[in-house]
């Protein structure tokens, strides 16, 4: 920013506001270069410069201005960017603070702005009645996706989505506190000194850049003596000293769910003009509060007469709002057009700011008389019992109609801008998303909080509390301590309206805006009555009312008013639509935080990663691990790279990271009795020393996981699960341990990282790994095929498996984690100088089909029994209860002609079968065809010299021999089916 | 997000820590072998799904590892009581089972009655 | 064979925090993971030379050895510095005679200390606890959620935190908190 | 009925739109009727379509508690394909794709139906098989699917991210052309006004409160917060509240009534082309006519009938969401919401006789109820009409839970929706 003075608007009001001219920031909008001051809103600096075009809608294409000052805004959204990467769509003009060098561009134009192509739909607009799409474009039948809707696509949406990546930073904080406090305000400030002053842990949010609430503007407020808005800041500063205390600003609280929880965006850095790197973009606060004051105030309505939404037709509180806080008048001739008093006050201060007031017109026969009386000591024409009823000007308002109620006499009166206040509508959004129960105040029309859901109370203007007096009554009890402030305001404000006002009733065919945004009319809702649309909830969604991003901030009471009228029934019997969170729109980013990029998902590493990336690995996801998939060399693709594994793993030998399979420690007296229980086989007769292969089902019957199991000594094994299963597995142990079996002395602890675990695998794997194993015999007669021992290799505690999953003579060494990359390092070394390799999961899924060993996932799916998968030797036939014992016995599970596995080899040896390919009977039979089963597992087995498959065939032990067929999309191939081992049919080689 | 009691930390804690477990106090069938195909369809299928109070499990997986029970209304979602797991189920004061249930906001707001 | 196995600890040469947050991972450590019954603890707690805490959420320390209650029935013992082995952990155990499971996890954890005036902040970037003083005083400990990894959180000073997380999580574990640490100096 | 097109609208546009007539009428109900359907969302009314349009049974009640298509109808994301992988999933599916490929024309009412093709990513080996699992079943059953490489599925859908950096790369993806979405108030209302044409009452704010049966056990009719109403049939087509419902006639149902989430954007000009899901990632997304990305959460863990649910499912999935599109960070959430679904152990439908002569049920749709519409319903009528289950929908029955006879599509898919 430059300190020098540079032209800040030539609607900048001498004197008022509270900005100060010291620092100035340069911005263009549409092209064009504007300075704003330092505070500034994108909104207050553009009607400083007398710019009140910013927008189209969305539906007419109407020129649109800024109707409000605050998040509400349903017109200014504009295109705010900082870079190419860093622009953001459908920013709120009236909430952006400007930055330097911020570029700003309106949305949903073109070519321009002031034209408008798109603009052609405000003449064709009698078509376009709510809900008139689904009456049309339903011939021909390919028409609506070929023409209508990628036209009605295009002229739809509003902002155009970022294209590039985001690279700012956005954070996440969790917190607690013992009050919550929503809106800082008069009410919201008491509330919060009242709770500080009891000790208690205070948390105080405020969408806007500084405290202060309707101070912003109101100006006929003075509390303790001092200004409010002076009040306001001060307060602030004494809550911020307090340590206690937490303030902040601009941070909306955009959603209150269950039990006390509050989810909180704070735009930390957008309204910097050169963001620090460390400094994240936006902040999301998930905040856990034992009670919650809710002081979120009032949000003003418009009138709805014709022709109601020309730029320069503003919100009494947001004109005050420019004038008082940023120094800005939005007119030199202005209008008023209102039906509550708040409107006056609005005129005062133009008229003393000097700016004309081209009348009051107030549809009310009795105004407030303070603000009557003020407005005649000021010299203002004011007008009652009368109404605007139309409005003129292109792309701003040039004049308004002006009628005495029920008469038709009509005049024009020039004007270049028009407030309009219909009166104030409580927030009770984040009431209602408390789940709290809503009751009808008649006298003031107005929905007020009535039951609480939780424990939180609403204070000042959401509570229907207009009085600042009684307001901060309300929120000193609310914060429970005892505090002393007193406030005054000059006027006590009257009257208020919902909807349509004179010259828009039933009658009439004019438009009368009640969702800016969204482009709805008075007459659409009642269009949508007439349609038989009578539950408020049809007529939101058959008009779109209150669905555009400002959510029915200013439509929703209008609408409901409408709707009651013509369904000739009270208010409160037509109901009201849920308050949805998020209050405001909130950035995805925000609500991801940290959770992108590297933070996205815990990418979990075996402890030989990196060693294995230098050797070249590739790595696959499986679950959140990363595992090593095949080691390709030099000019090696993945298949020669895959054959080649194969090949030396049982030529030689092969390394393999087996790390990433859960293990679980079963510890205690009654472990053989609990495992008995969880899985299918029998354990109480496996030796300390040895290991078996066991599968677990769940009640039902179907395989859930599979492992090999050791036992390292009468009260303790080791049990191995699949590697996504890990964490399910033990959660399923623990559930049957602590509620089904508490009686069983066990416990169940994950080991599954304590390990790395190191396989190797083929016919000279004991003479790699003997020179590194102390404490154990590892030759075939003491250490046999599935025998485990507690060992030391290269000198730290070990566990030594032998075991194998590809057939071979195969050993798992378990090391301490840590030492897992040392010892790797020297077997591999050894490995490598006797000709063995290193493999990946590519190769030992091949391996282990060669075996017909199945996988859990890939082979079965969660309606596979044991039997179907060819494992039913692993069910004990003497054990009287294990779960799934009885699952397994449902006549389904018992038919005849369930799928099996079996294998398939191809005619064609060279055929390698897709994976999930169907099998059939007859490939020549119509579609739909009937299946028979599907290919599990398919791979070209190098060591066979042919393709191998397995698959789940219906009755398929039973096929074996026959031909079968799976048809692809450009021919059949005709398989064979076999069992399941491809590879030394035998089994010699494991014991070898 | 909901707060949950833990009767074994003896503490509220996030939701984020704890896993839904089903519903409770549904006894495994001591001769699991040999009941029908209809009581093992009922004891492993069938459940309550009560609109109102619930009598349910939770783990507090990531905190102290246990299963506990929970009696909490299902369209309000607040927890009138948690206790530990092998109680049997306990009474909610002022609250039967069969008590109809409160209509939620969303339904009532909606109603163009 | 002479050669010995070393040990790599995962976090070996990570680096993170900010001006009011350090990071730093832990010298390697001891870790049992220990379960009894209630009315075994007293025997154990002898055996182990500390009073096995019984309250949820606290800690006890003697002589360099750390057991942290993470569930009614299951402690996290630590043992640290030079001497300390997972074996003589085990052995103490086993010495007590009572029933209990005893289950070296010294490498299945690794840990990473968090100090500075903006721990706290640093780690409510992705745990939903309350660790104000008063929730979590010094001492206090718990097993709970790190964003999208469990962690055992010990407070081991009023502006430090000893953060214990599974080996393969903590790359994952010291990103958030360094993410965490650059947003703490509010 | 007056009927809908480019005429009537333009000759209403002339005159302020004032000739338009109710879609539905509003009736006292009658003391009884042949069927009462409980349950006034797509389903429900579409059952009552068919029971008058293919069965010229007329004299029919939907009774709705709320207000029409204020359940899930209203409140899903409105996916629809029929890419299934059991045989009975693919019957019931594709019975439903192929009417909603005529249902505007059919029901004179304009549900928008839009496919505009859905496309599932994969991610991993698993998935790949998964995948082709379905592409080959379904190619052979007559259905389309196709695989596609990363770059095409780029193609087909530009803001996709397919670089091999990204934490769970996309090794390629499934493809359902006719897959695609509809306007899901316009399914609840076209099929609302097509029944009351045909002589079905349409009655809102009727609570279903008691069921009512005779001496052998079948039902009589139905207690409701307006009444006694009598019935010769019901069907019950009460999505999250089917447990509810069928408990009044004594029948318990293998349900979880959960909350289920989803959320959208601000309308923004068209930028994503397609429905894409993943399942590994655990997200879908597509954007609606109005320009909203429209994303679909996973539901929470515990039963519930609060139509709400918690901040971290949403935040879990916006983090899927922009991992696989990160241009989206910038993009705004404008309104989330939630509703209940009723989901089976076996994550299928439940569609069949009950053990209480009369009384048919159609529930445990769970995430996928929406793209079932047209089909459920026009079995649904089927099964009220004949006593017996379509073809189609035989193997949706209750039984299936005693004897072990799933259709286990959870075990074939993470996330079925």
Request: hydrophobic share 40%.
């Given at each position: 920013m430059s300190a020098s003075v540079k032209n800040v608007g030539a609607f900048r009001i001498k004197g008022a506001g509270r900005l100060t001219p010291a620092r100035t920031a340069r911005f263009t909008f549409d092209g064009k270069s504007y300075t704003a001051m330092e505070g500034d809103t994108v909104a207050s600096a553009l009607l400083a410069h007398g710019v009140h075009l910013v927008g189209r809608s969305f539906k007419y294409h109407r020129p649109r201005g800024i109707l409000t000052a605050g998040p509400e805004e349903p017109n200014a959204l504009l295109d705010v960017s900082r870079d190419a990467a860093r622009r953001q769509p459908n920013v709120r003009a009236t909430v952006q603070e400007v930055f330097d060098g911020a570029k700003i561009s309106s949305q949903n134009r073109w070519p321009s702005l002031s034209f408008d192509v798109g603009a052609v739909n405000n003449l064709f607009s009698p078509f376009f009645a709510a809900g008139f799409y689904y009456k049309t474009f339903m011939w021909p039948r390919q028409a609506w996706t070929k023409v209508y809707e990628p036209f009605i696509r295009r002229a739809a949406g509003l902002g155009v989505a970022p294209t590039e990546e985001d690279p700012d930073r956005y954070a996440n904080r969790f917190a607690h506190c013992d009050v919550l406090i929503a809106g800082a305000g008069v009410a919201g400030l008491t509330a919060a000194l009242s709770a500080a002053s009891t000790g208690a842990e205070v948390i105080l949010v405020d969408e806007q850049p500084e405290v202060g609430g309707a101070l912003h503007f109101d100006t006929s407020t003075t509390i303790d003596g001092q200004d409010g808005y002076d009040w306001a800041q001060d307060t602030a500063a004494k809550l911020r000293a307090m340590p206690n205390v937490r303030v902040l600003t601009r941070t909306t609280a955009f959603g209150y769910y269950n039990h006390g929880f509050l989810g909180l965006a704070e735009r930390v850095s957008d309204h910097l003009d050169r963001p620090g790197r460390d400094v994240p973009r936006e902040r999301l606060w998930q905040v856990r509060a034992k009670r919650v004051i809710i002081a979120t105030g009032s949000i003003e309505r418009h009138m709805v007469f014709a022709n109601n939404d020309r730029p320069g037709i503003m919100l009494a509180s947001a004109v005050r709002t420019f004038l008082n806080h940023y120094g800005v008048a939005v007119g030199r001739n202005v209008g008023v057009y209102t039906a509550h008093d708040s409107a006056y006050e609005a005129a005062f201060d133009l008229k003393r700011a000097g700016v004309h007031i081209a009348a009051i017109v107030d549809c009310r026969d009795r105004p407030g008389e303070a603000v009557l009386a003020e407005a005649r000591a000021l010299g203002i024409d004011v007008l009652t019992g009368h109404s605007v009823t139309d409005t003129a000007g292109r792309l701003r308002i040039r004049s308004m109609t002006v009628a005495r109620n029920g008469n038709f006499d009509i005049r024009k009166i020039e004007v270049d801008s028009l407030i309009v206040s219909a009166g104030w509508t409580p927030s009770v959004h984040l009431f209602s998303q408390s789940r709290g129960k809503l009751r009808w105040d008649e006298a003031n029309r107005r929905f007020l909080p009535d039951t609480y859901a939780q424990d939180c109370v609403s204070v000042g203007g959401c509570n229907g509390t207009d009085d600042v007096a009684e307001a901060i009554d309300e929120a000193i009890a609310a914060g429970g301590g005892r505090v002393a402030v007193h406030g005054e305001s000059r006027f006590n404000w009257t009257g208020g309206m919902i909807g349509a006002a004179e010259g828009a009733g039933p009658d009439t065919t004019v438009k009368a805006f009640i969702d800016f945004q969204h482009d709805v009319t008075a007459k659409d809702i009642r269009l949508a009555v007439r349609e038989g649309m009578h539950s408020i909830e049809h007529i939101k969604r058959f008009t779109t009312n209150g669905m555009a991003s400002d959510q029915g901030k200013l439509s929703n009471m209008h609408g409901l008013a409408i709707a009651a009228e013509m369904l000739d029934r009270p208010i409160p019997q037509v109901g009201l639509t849920t308050f949805r969170a998020p209050y405001t729109p909130v950035t995805y980013g925000t609500l991801v935080a940290h959770s992108r990029g590297e933070l996205f998902d815990p990418a979990r590493k075996t402890p030989m990663h990196e060693l294995e990336a230098a050797e070249g690995a590739a790595f696959e996801?499986?679950?959140?691990?990363?595992?090593?998939?095949?080691?390709?060399?030099?000019?090696?693709?993945?298949?020669?790279?895959?054959?080649?594994?194969?090949?030396?793993?049982?030529?030689?030998?092969?390394?393999?990271?087996?790390?990433?399979?859960?293990?679980?420690?079963?510890?205690?007296?009654?472990?053989?009795?609990?495992?008995?229980?969880?899985?299918?086989?029998?354990?109480?007769?496996?030796?300390?020393?040895?290991?078996?292969?066991?599968?677990?089902?769940?009640?039902?019957?179907?395989?859930?996981?599979?492992?090999?199991?050791?036992?390292?000594?009468?009260?303790?094994?080791?049990?191995?699960?699949t590697t996504g299963g890990a964490p399910r597995v033990l959660h399923h142990m623990e559930d049957y341990l602590q509620t089904e079996f508490p009686h069983l002395r066990v416990w169940l602890t994950s080991t599954t990282e304590q390990w790395a675990v190191i396989a190797v695998q083929g016919p000279k794997a004991r003479e790699i790994i003997r020179p590194f194993v102390e404490g154990v015999d590892i030759s075939n007669e003491t250490f046999p095929h599935m025998s485990v021992a507690e060992c030391e290799v290269m000198g730290v505690p070990a566990r030594l498996f032998r075991m194998s999953f590809t057939g071979e003579l195969g050993f798992e060494v378990n090391v301490p984690a840590d030492y897992g990359p040392t010892v790797w390092k020297a077997i591999w070394e050894r490995t490598k100088g006797m000709g063995g390799c290193l493999y990946g999961t590519e190769a030992m899924h091949v391996l282990r089909a060669e075996k017909g060993y199945i996988i859990v996932g890939q082979d079965t799916d969660g309606t596979v029994t044991p039997d179907d998968a060819g494992l039913g030797w692993a069910v004990s036939k003497k054990k009287t209860d294990f779960v799934g014992i009885r699952g397994l016995k449902r006549p389904d599970l018992m038919r005849e002609g369930r799928k099996q596995l079996v294998g398939l080899v191809t005619n064609r040896p060279s055929d390698v079968l897709e994976e999930g390919a169907q099998i059939v009977a007859d490939p020549n039979q119509p579609k739909p065809m009937t299946m028979l089963g599907h290919v599990t597992s398919a791979y070209w087995s190098e060591n066979c010299g042919r393709s191998i498959a397995m698959a789940l065939v219906a009755g398929g032990r039973a096929r074996i021999g026959q031909t079968l067929y799976v048809p692809m999309k450009d021919r059949t191939i005709a398989v064979e089916v076999t069992d399941t081992v491809f590879f030394d049919k035998d089994g010699g080689r494991i014991h070898g | 997000m909901l707060l949950i009691h833990c009767p074994y930390c003896e503490e509220d804690r996030s939701e984020l820590e704890f896993r839904w477990a089903g519903e409770a106090h549904i006894a495994r069938p001591e001769n699991m072998a040999g009941i029908t195909d209809e009581e093992f369809a009922e004891f492993f299928f069938l459940r309550n799904n009560e609109k109102g109070l619930t009598y349910e499990r939770w783990r507090h997986i990531h905190g102290c590892g246990r299963f506990f029970n929970a009696a909490r209304d299902t369209v309000t979602d607040k927890f009138l009581m948690t206790y530990k797991a092998g109680l049997p189920k306990q009474p909610v004061p002022g609250v039967s089972a069969t008590e109809k249930a409160v209509e939620t906001c969303e339904q009532t707001e909606g109603d163009a009655r | 064979m002479a050669e010995l196995a070393t040990r790599t600890l995962p976090l070996a040469g990570a680096h993170g925090g900010s001006a009011g947050v350090r990071l730093t991972p832990a010298a390697p450590a001891e870790r049992l993971s220990l379960r009894a019954r209630a009315e075994d603890v007293a025997a154990l707690s002898q055996s182990l030379g500390l009073d096995l805490p019984t309250k949820p959420k606290t800690s006890a320390s003697a002589s360099g050895r750390t057991a942290l209650w993470l569930g009614p029935d299951e402690w996290l013992v630590i043992a640290e510095g030079a001497g300390s082995s997972s074996s003589d952990l085990k052995a103490a155990c086993a010495s007590s005679g009572v029933l209990h499971s005893a289950v070296d996890v010294s490498h299945r954890n690794t840990a990473i200390l968090v100090e500075g005036p903006g721990s706290a902040a640093a780690i409510n970037a992705g745990c939903p606890q309350d660790l104000s003083l008063k929730s979590f005083p010094v001492g206090a400990c718990t097993r709970t959620i790190f964003g999208k990894v469990e962690i055992v959180l010990l407070r081991t000073g009023e502006e430090s935190f000893r953060v214990e997380v599974w080996r393969s999580f903590s790359d994952y574990a010291f990103g958030l908190l360094a993410e965490g640490a650059r947003d703490a100096v509010l | 009925m007056r009927k809908y097109s480019v005429f009537a609208v333009a000759r209403e546009a002339l005159r302020g739109h004032k000739g338009w007539e109710a879609q539905w009428s509003s009736p006292e109900p009658r003391s009884s009727y042949d069927v009462v359907i409980v349950g006034g969302g797509g389903h429900g009314l579409g059952a009552a379509y068919y029971l008058a349009k293919e069965h010229g049974i007329t004299n029919v009640a939907v009774l709705e508690k709320g207000w029409l298509g204020g359940g899930n109808t209203g409140r899903n994301t409105t996916i629809i394909r029929s890419n299934y992988l059991y045989e009975e999933s693919m019957d019931i599916y594709e019975h439903s794709l192929k009417l909603w490929e005529g249902l505007s024309q059919d029901l004179n009412y304009n549900v928008m139906y839009s496919p505009r093709g859905v496309m599932m990513l994969s991610h991993n080996t698993h998935d790949m098989q998964s995948f082709k699992r379905h592409i080959n079943a379904n190619t052979l059953y007559g259905i389309d699917n196709e695989w596609l490489t990363p770059e095409q599925a780029k193609a087909y859908c530009p803001p996709l991210d397919i670089s091999k950096t990204a934490r769970y790369p996309i090794n390629g993806a499934a493809l359902q052309r006719r897959g695609g979405t509809a306007r899901h108030d316009a399914v609840a209302w076209g099929y609302a006004r097509a029944a009351s044409d045909r002589g079905v009452h349409i009655i809102q704010n009727c609570e279903v409160t008691g069921i009512r049966?005779?001496?052998?056990?079948?039902?009589?009719?139905?207690?409701?917060?307006?009444?006694?109403?009598?019935?010769?049939?019901?069907?019950?087509?009460?999505?999250?509240?089917?447990?509810?419902?069928?408990?009044?006639?004594?029948?318990?149902?293998?349900?979880?009534?959960?909350?289920?989430?989803?959320?959208?954007?601000?309308?923004?000009?068209?930028?994503?082309?397609?429905?894409?899901?993943?399942?590994?990632?655990?997200?879908?997304?597509?954007?609606?006519?109005?320009?909203?990305?429209?994303?679909?959460?996973?539901?929470?863990?515990?039963?519930?009938?609060?139509?709400?649910?918690?901040?971290?499912?949403?935040?879990?999935?916006?983090?899927?969401?922009?991992?696989?599109?990160?241009?989206?960070?910038?993009?705004?959430?404008?309104?989330?919401?939630?509703?209940?679904?009723?989901?089976?152990?076996?994550?299928?439908?439940?569609?069949?006789?009950?053990?209480?002569?009369?009384?048919?049920?159609?529930?445990?749709?769970?995430?996928?109820?929406?793209?079932?519409?047209?089909?459920?319903?026009?079995?649904?009528?089927?099964?009220?009409?004949?006593?017996?289950?379509?073809?189609?929908?035989?193997?949706?029955?209750?039984?299936?839970?005693?004897?072990?006879r799933l259709i286990d599509e959870a075990a074939a898919a993470a996330v079925a929706h």
């Amino acid at each position: 920013m430059s300190a020098s003075v540079k032209n800040v608007g030539a609607f900048r009001i001498k004197g008022a506001g509270r900005l100060t001219p010291a620092r100035t920031a340069r911005f263009t909008f549409d092209g064009k270069s504007y300075t704003a001051m330092e505070g500034d809103t994108v909104a207050s600096a553009l009607l400083a410069h007398g710019v009140h075009l910013v927008g189209r809608s969305f539906k007419y294409h109407r020129p649109r201005g800024i109707l409000t000052a605050g998040p509400e805004e349903p017109n200014a959204l504009l295109d705010v960017s900082r870079d190419a990467a860093r622009r953001q769509p459908n920013v709120r003009a009236t909430v952006q603070e400007v930055f330097d060098g911020a570029k700003i561009s309106s949305q949903n134009r073109w070519p321009s702005l002031s034209f408008d192509v798109g603009a052609v739909n405000n003449l064709f607009s009698p078509f376009f009645a709510a809900g008139f799409y689904y009456k049309t474009f339903m011939w021909p039948r390919q028409a609506w996706t070929k023409v209508y809707e990628p036209f009605i696509r295009r002229a739809a949406g509003l902002g155009v989505a970022p294209t590039e990546e985001d690279p700012d930073r956005y954070a996440n904080r969790f917190a607690h506190c013992d009050v919550l406090i929503a809106g800082a305000g008069v009410a919201g400030l008491t509330a919060a000194l009242s709770a500080a002053s009891t000790g208690a842990e205070v948390i105080l949010v405020d969408e806007q850049p500084e405290v202060g609430g309707a101070l912003h503007f109101d100006t006929s407020t003075t509390i303790d003596g001092q200004d409010g808005y002076d009040w306001a800041q001060d307060t602030a500063a004494k809550l911020r000293a307090m340590p206690n205390v937490r303030v902040l600003t601009r941070t909306t609280a955009f959603g209150y769910y269950n039990h006390g929880f509050l989810g909180l965006a704070e735009r930390v850095s957008d309204h910097l003009d050169r963001p620090g790197r460390d400094v994240p973009r936006e902040r999301l606060w998930q905040v856990r509060a034992k009670r919650v004051i809710i002081a979120t105030g009032s949000i003003e309505r418009h009138m709805v007469f014709a022709n109601n939404d020309r730029p320069g037709i503003m919100l009494a509180s947001a004109v005050r709002t420019f004038l008082n806080h940023y120094g800005v008048a939005v007119g030199r001739n202005v209008g008023v057009y209102t039906a509550h008093d708040s409107a006056y006050e609005a005129a005062f201060d133009l008229k003393r700011a000097g700016v004309h007031i081209a009348a009051i017109v107030d549809c009310r026969d009795r105004p407030g008389e303070a603000v009557l009386a003020e407005a005649r000591a000021l010299g203002i024409d004011v007008l009652t019992g009368h109404s605007v009823t139309d409005t003129a000007g292109r792309l701003r308002i040039r004049s308004m109609t002006v009628a005495r109620n029920g008469n038709f006499d009509i005049r024009k009166i020039e004007v270049d801008s028009l407030i309009v206040s219909a009166g104030w509508t409580p927030s009770v959004h984040l009431f209602s998303q408390s789940r709290g129960k809503l009751r009808w105040d008649e006298a003031n029309r107005r929905f007020l909080p009535d039951t609480y859901a939780q424990d939180c109370v609403s204070v000042g203007g959401c509570n229907g509390t207009d009085d600042v007096a009684e307001a901060i009554d309300e929120a000193i009890a609310a914060g429970g301590g005892r505090v002393a402030v007193h406030g005054e305001s000059r006027f006590n404000w009257t009257g208020g309206m919902i909807g349509a006002a004179e010259g828009a009733g039933p009658d009439t065919t004019v438009k009368a805006f009640i969702d800016f945004q969204h482009d709805v009319t008075a007459k659409d809702i009642r269009l949508a009555v007439r349609e038989g649309m009578h539950s408020i909830e049809h007529i939101k969604r058959f008009t779109t009312n209150g669905m555009a991003s400002d959510q029915g901030k200013l439509s929703n009471m209008h609408g409901l008013a409408i709707a009651a009228e013509m369904l000739d029934r009270p208010i409160p019997q037509v109901g009201l639509t849920t308050f949805r969170a998020p209050y405001t729109p909130v950035t995805y980013g925000t609500l991801v935080a940290h959770s992108r990029g590297e933070l996205f998902d815990p990418a979990r590493k075996t402890p030989m990663h990196e060693l294995e990336a230098a050797e070249g690995a590739a790595f696959e996801d499986v679950g959140n691990w990363k595992r090593a998939w095949y080691f390709p060399r030099r000019g090696e693709d993945m298949a020669t790279a895959v054959n080649r594994e194969c090949r030396t793993v049982r030529d030689v030998a092969g390394v393999f990271d087996a790390s990433t399979l859960g293990k679980i420690e079963v510890v205690g007296p009654d472990a053989a009795q609990f495992l008995n229980l969880l899985y299918t086989n029998a354990w109480d007769t496996l030796q300390p020393g040895k290991c078996r292969y066991g599968i677990m089902t769940r009640e039902d019957g179907f395989i859930y996981d599979d492992g090999v199991v050791g036992r390292l000594a009468e009260d303790r094994f080791y049990v191995t699960t699949t590697t996504g299963g890990a964490p399910r597995v033990l959660h399923h142990m623990e559930d049957y341990l602590q509620t089904e079996f508490p009686h069983l002395r066990v416990w169940l602890t994950s080991t599954t990282e304590q390990w790395a675990v190191i396989a190797v695998q083929g016919p000279k794997a004991r003479e790699i790994i003997r020179p590194f194993v102390e404490g154990v015999d590892i030759s075939n007669e003491t250490f046999p095929h599935m025998s485990v021992a507690e060992c030391e290799v290269m000198g730290v505690p070990a566990r030594l498996f032998r075991m194998s999953f590809t057939g071979e003579l195969g050993f798992e060494v378990n090391v301490p984690a840590d030492y897992g990359p040392t010892v790797w390092k020297a077997i591999w070394e050894r490995t490598k100088g006797m000709g063995g390799c290193l493999y990946g999961t590519e190769a030992m899924h091949v391996l282990r089909a060669e075996k017909g060993y199945i996988i859990v996932g890939q082979d079965t799916d969660g309606t596979v029994t044991p039997d179907d998968a060819g494992l039913g030797w692993a069910v004990s036939k003497k054990k009287t209860d294990f779960v799934g014992i009885r699952g397994l016995k449902r006549p389904d599970l018992m038919r005849e002609g369930r799928k099996q596995l079996v294998g398939l080899v191809t005619n064609r040896p060279s055929d390698v079968l897709e994976e999930g390919a169907q099998i059939v009977a007859d490939p020549n039979q119509p579609k739909p065809m009937t299946m028979l089963g599907h290919v599990t597992s398919a791979y070209w087995s190098e060591n066979c010299g042919r393709s191998i498959a397995m698959a789940l065939v219906a009755g398929g032990r039973a096929r074996i021999g026959q031909t079968l067929y799976v048809p692809m999309k450009d021919r059949t191939i005709a398989v064979e089916v076999t069992d399941t081992v491809f590879f030394d049919k035998d089994g010699g080689r494991i014991h070898g | 997000m909901l707060l949950i009691h833990c009767p074994y930390c003896e503490e509220d804690r996030s939701e984020l820590e704890f896993r839904w477990a089903g519903e409770a106090h549904i006894a495994r069938p001591e001769n699991m072998a040999g009941i029908t195909d209809e009581e093992f369809a009922e004891f492993f299928f069938l459940r309550n799904n009560e609109k109102g109070l619930t009598y349910e499990r939770w783990r507090h997986i990531h905190g102290c590892g246990r299963f506990f029970n929970a009696a909490r209304d299902t369209v309000t979602d607040k927890f009138l009581m948690t206790y530990k797991a092998g109680l049997p189920k306990q009474p909610v004061p002022g609250v039967s089972a069969t008590e109809k249930a409160v209509e939620t906001c969303e339904q009532t707001e909606g109603d163009a009655r | 064979m002479a050669e010995l196995a070393t040990r790599t600890l995962p976090l070996a040469g990570a680096h993170g925090g900010s001006a009011g947050v350090r990071l730093t991972p832990a010298a390697p450590a001891e870790r049992l993971s220990l379960r009894a019954r209630a009315e075994d603890v007293a025997a154990l707690s002898q055996s182990l030379g500390l009073d096995l805490p019984t309250k949820p959420k606290t800690s006890a320390s003697a002589s360099g050895r750390t057991a942290l209650w993470l569930g009614p029935d299951e402690w996290l013992v630590i043992a640290e510095g030079a001497g300390s082995s997972s074996s003589d952990l085990k052995a103490a155990c086993a010495s007590s005679g009572v029933l209990h499971s005893a289950v070296d996890v010294s490498h299945r954890n690794t840990a990473i200390l968090v100090e500075g005036p903006g721990s706290a902040a640093a780690i409510n970037a992705g745990c939903p606890q309350d660790l104000s003083l008063k929730s979590f005083p010094v001492g206090a400990c718990t097993r709970t959620i790190f964003g999208k990894v469990e962690i055992v959180l010990l407070r081991t000073g009023e502006e430090s935190f000893r953060v214990e997380v599974w080996r393969s999580f903590s790359d994952y574990a010291f990103g958030l908190l360094a993410e965490g640490a650059r947003d703490a100096v509010l | 009925m007056r009927k809908y097109s480019v005429f009537a609208v333009a000759r209403e546009a002339l005159r302020g739109h004032k000739g338009w007539e109710a879609q539905w009428s509003s009736p006292e109900p009658r003391s009884s009727y042949d069927v009462v359907i409980v349950g006034g969302g797509g389903h429900g009314l579409g059952a009552a379509y068919y029971l008058a349009k293919e069965h010229g049974i007329t004299n029919v009640a939907v009774l709705e508690k709320g207000w029409l298509g204020g359940g899930n109808t209203g409140r899903n994301t409105t996916i629809i394909r029929s890419n299934y992988l059991y045989e009975e999933s693919m019957d019931i599916y594709e019975h439903s794709l192929k009417l909603w490929e005529g249902l505007s024309q059919d029901l004179n009412y304009n549900v928008m139906y839009s496919p505009r093709g859905v496309m599932m990513l994969s991610h991993n080996t698993h998935d790949m098989q998964s995948f082709k699992r379905h592409i080959n079943a379904n190619t052979l059953y007559g259905i389309d699917n196709e695989w596609l490489t990363p770059e095409q599925a780029k193609a087909y859908c530009p803001p996709l991210d397919i670089s091999k950096t990204a934490r769970y790369p996309i090794n390629g993806a499934a493809l359902q052309r006719r897959g695609g979405t509809a306007r899901h108030d316009a399914v609840a209302w076209g099929y609302a006004r097509a029944a009351s044409d045909r002589g079905v009452h349409i009655i809102q704010n009727c609570e279903v409160t008691g069921i009512r049966r005779g001496p052998n056990g079948e039902v009589t009719g139905v207690d409701t917060n307006r009444g006694f109403i009598g019935a010769k049939k019901i069907g019950v087509s009460a999505a999250g509240h089917s447990s509810v419902v069928m408990e009044m006639a004594g029948v318990r149902v293998p349900l979880h009534s959960n909350p289920l989430q989803a959320l959208v954007s601000e309308p923004l000009k068209p930028i994503f082309p397609c429905v894409v899901m993943s399942n590994t990632v655990h997200a879908y997304i597509s954007q609606s006519d109005k320009g909203e990305l429209v994303i679909g959460a996973g539901t929470d863990q515990y039963n519930s009938y609060s139509q709400t649910g918690g901040l971290q499912i949403i935040t879990h999935t916006l983090d899927a969401i922009c991992e696989l599109f990160p241009m989206f960070r910038r993009v705004k959430m404008m309104r989330q919401w939630g509703g209940i679904t009723d989901n089976t152990p076996d994550r299928s439908p439940i569609q069949g006789v009950t053990p209480v002569p009369n009384l048919f049920v159609n529930c445990g749709w769970g995430t996928g109820g929406f793209k079932a519409t047209p089909g459920s319903a026009n079995l649904f009528a089927h099964l009220i009409a004949r006593g017996e289950p379509h073809r189609l929908a035989a193997g949706l029955t209750l039984d299936r839970f005693r004897t072990g006879r799933l259709i286990d599509e959870a075990a074939a898919a993470a996330v079925a929706h």
